[in-house]
């Protein structure tokens, strides 16, 4: 079986990467040559645990394949998925343009029958209007089905959810289809959930959406906690023993980022306005989410009511631990902020430094958490990476000029850092 996978993104490169590793002959596909030269090199464009490994072995294996000539790739395709990003249109809808480019570049090049594979997140409805787009091009005789196969990975464990994911969700309209997705992941032990097209395209909505409407909803407690006296920490510790709420996704903090949640969130509320109903829970999640994201910098004027000439660390840029992607980061919003006012700002992230750079050519940039925190008059921590939450007291005590902490991910005890003297304020509590 030929595999195709049309775009290396996150999605793309992954997918492509983990069906290699379980056997199969994939030829990933990007019409970005610059990327496909990286990739042919043995060089991710992504940073991504373990997946320079998983390039370099099955590439030598030879059942991996990169290259930018879509007819030659398409041409005697068996399955094709479809990876490619559907950003987010100033109005919050998704951008389709580049997977319809994509699917005409199919419908124009595949000579013999093929299941395509929609893996990237689209409206409810794409792979019908998709059906019809690729029938009208079709240039030779050929059969087709698409299918919606949705992805669940999060960036910095996305091998681990791929190879050994939760959930396998077939969005088929025919038996074959489901035969051939089934046969593809078959070394994958994961529940499976057939369905149709339109139920899978909403199951990873659906998904994404509660989960950032959990992080809203606490969020939203946390900050009634600060005003009645209580501690998010503890709080969502005892909602946690009830296993219908479940212990993840309730860390309270500056809001969620990323390259999904933000997207899906807008868009999915985009959808249900243009069939005329009005998803109120996502749209609160959004607002909360927007007010959260400076929630830590509001506190902090307390003690800094212009932070003109204040000399502040930064640890933390990413838009969470284990990746070096700032898309939708919430330090973002506040180190703008911050810059407009004149702060002068040591960034220090351990892996998202090179990428904050093109956002903020302008800051200083520390090489370690001592030199970031040296001589500042204010600290803020945007991202909770492990090598942050080791740091002690002391360490705060004795480098910085002023020991003002302001934590948006809740990473320190209260009771320690107060105790030992530091001017500590966290998110909830
Ligand atoms: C998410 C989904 O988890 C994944 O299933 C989907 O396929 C893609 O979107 P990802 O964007 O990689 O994955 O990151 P995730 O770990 O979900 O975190 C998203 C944001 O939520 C981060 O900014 C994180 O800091 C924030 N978050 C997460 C919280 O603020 N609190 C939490 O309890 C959990």
């Known amino acids: 079986m030929k595999i195709v996978v049309t775009g290396t993104g996150y999605v793309g490169l992954v997918t492509g990467v983990c069906l290699a590793e379980l056997g199969h002959t994939v030829h990933c596909l990007d019409t970005n040559e610059e990327k496909i030269k990286m990739l042919n090199n043995g060089l991710s464009p992504v940073f991504e645990p373990g997946i320079d490994e998983l390039i370099k072995e099955n590439s030598e294996q030879k059942r991996l394949n990169f290259t930018s000539n879509y007819v030659e790739a398409y041409r005697d395709a068996d399955v094709i998925f479809i990876a490619v990003e559907t950003p987010e249109l100033p109005n919050g809808s998704a951008d389709l343009n580049i997977l319809f480019k ?64 939760k959930r396998l969700i077939l969005g088929v309209e025919s038996d074959k289809a489901e035969g051939t997705l089934r046969e593809i992941y078959k070394k ?77 969130t807008k868009s999915l ?23 959260q994201k400076t929630k830590l910098i509001s506190k902090a004027r307390k003690q800094f009511p212009s932070f003109k000439g204040i000399r502040v660390s930064i640890l933390g840029v990413t838009f969470k631990p ?36 093109n956002y903020f050519p302008q800051v200083n940039y520390a090489t370690s958490v001592e030199e970031s925190l040296r001589d500042a008059e204010a600290c803020f921590i945007f991202t909770e990476w492990d090598m942050f939450k080791e740091i002690k007291p002391e360490k705060f005590l004795s480098l910085m000029s002023q020991a003002n902490v302001y934590d948006g991910r809740n990473c320190f005890s209260v009771l320690d850092m107060r105790r030992n003297g530091v001017n500590y304020i966290s998110i909830g509590r």
């Not at 005892?238 to 903090?253: C, E, V």
């Not at 040591?346 to 892996?351: A, G, I």
Request: glycine share 8%.
């Open 102 to 165: 994509a699917a005409e570049q199919i419908a124009e090049n595949i000579q013999g029958n093929c299941l395509i594979v929609i893996k990237s997140t689209v409206p409810i409805g794409t792979a019908d209007k998709l059906n019809s787009f690729i029938e009208d091009k079709l240039r030779y005789n050929v059969t087709f089905e698409i299918a919606s196969n949705p992805e669940f990975l999060s960036q910095g464990t996305a091998i681990n959810d791929t190879l050994y994911a």
């Open 188 to 264: 994958i032990k994961s529940p499976i959930l057939v369905t149709n097209r339109r139920s899978a395209e909403m199951i990873k909505y659906a998904s994404n959406d509660f989960l950032a409407l959990k992080i809203s909803f606490v969020n939203d407690i946390a900050n009634l906690c600060e005003i009645v006296g209580a501690d998010i920490d503890d709080v969502t510790k005892g909602m946690s023993f009830d296993d219908r709420i479940g212990n993840k996704f309730l860390n309270a903090g500056i809001g969620y980022g990323g390259s999904c949640f933000p997207k899906d």
């Open 269 to 291: 509320h985009w959808l249900a306005y243009q069939h005329g109903y009005e998803l109120r829970t996502v749209k609160a999640a959004i607002e909360v989410n927007e007010l």
């Open 322 to 357: 284990g990746t070096d992607d700032l898309r939708e980061a919430p330090s973002i919003d506040n180190i703008k902020i911050l810059v407009e006012e004149g702060a002068l700002l040591t960034v220090f992230d351990p892996v998202g430094m090179e990428k904050f750079k």
